[in-house]
């Protein structure tokens, strides 16, 4: 079954420091793989997207993911927290199949300490 | 460019009555999809219109529709209302058909059902 796993539910790291957003897929077909940011009481905001090429994409705001095949995953990354980072993180997943649906993970909150 | 507008922003109903949920998209933006948001359920998809035709359905009961317009505006309806409808509802637009295409949110409208 298609499916998209965070593991992780909620994330606390203090301004400046690094962080990782982990995002695992099983898709049946090639996948198109994104990162959208909800910041409390708005729509979702598209960080970053997959399609082809070059495993490792660069985003709005700081943002980046590697694409590895391999590991099934799609990882966001940034190497320098701010507090407005604070937010609600989902990956999805997608493809372009008869299927034509798209598949959200449960999401990971992000937390700031300043 | 305006951004999705989805209006109203916040309704408060009652079990058994029925809601008409509208959205705007970005000008020049055929594409208009629907989403649930839900604590439990997380982001679940509703369906999606292209060119006033719906082109893809959530699983979701028949008592929630759509219907898109010339104009690429589209509204949603949800009749005899049950307490688990409470959830928010985004409005997603894209330039193309497909949901694995970059969507744009808007702020979504939140309805409560007593």
């Known amino acids: 079954a298609q499916s998209v796993t965070q593991p992780d539910i909620h994330i606390t790291v203090s301004e400046g420091a690094s962080l990782e957003l982990r995002c695992n897929y099983s898709?049946?077909?090639?996948?198109?793989l994104f990162w959208y940011v909800q910041s409390p009481g708005q729509g979702l905001q598209l960080l970053l997207k997959?399609?082809?090429?070059?495993?490792l994409v660069q985003g709005i705001k700081g943002f980046e993911a590697e694409f590895k095949r391999s590991q099934s995953s799609f990882n966001l990354r940034k190497p320098s927290v701010h507090w407005s980072d604070a937010a609600e993180y989902f990956c999805a997943v997608g493809a372009e199949t008869s299927y034509d649906k798209v598949i959200f993970g449960p999401g990971t909150s992000l937390s700031v300490i300043p | 460019k305006a951004g999705v507008t989805q209006t109203p922003r916040y309704l408060i109903k009652t079990r058994g009555q029925q809601v008409t949920l509208s959205c705007s998209p970005i000008?020049?933006?055929?594409?208009v999809s629907w989403y649930q948001q839900t604590p439990g359920q997380g982001l679940q998809f509703l369906f999606e219109?292209?060119?006033?035709?719906?082109?893809n359905k959530g699983n979701f009961p028949g008592r929630f529709s759509g219907r898109q317009f010339s104009n690429s505006r589209s509204e949603m309806n949800v009749s005899t209302l049950e307490l688990g409808d409470s959830a928010l509802y985004l409005c997603?637009?894209?330039?193309?058909?497909?949901?694995?295409?970059?969507?744009?949110f808007g702020p979504g409208t939140r309805l409560t059902v007593l």
């Open positions: 997603a637009s894209s330039p193309k058909a497909g949901l694995y295409n970059e969507q744009f």
């Open positions: 000008s020049g933006h055929r594409s």
């Open positions: 898709y049946g077909a090639t996948p198109y």
């Open positions: 997959y399609f082809s090429g070059d495993t």
């Open positions: 219109y292209f060119s006033e035709t719906q082109r």
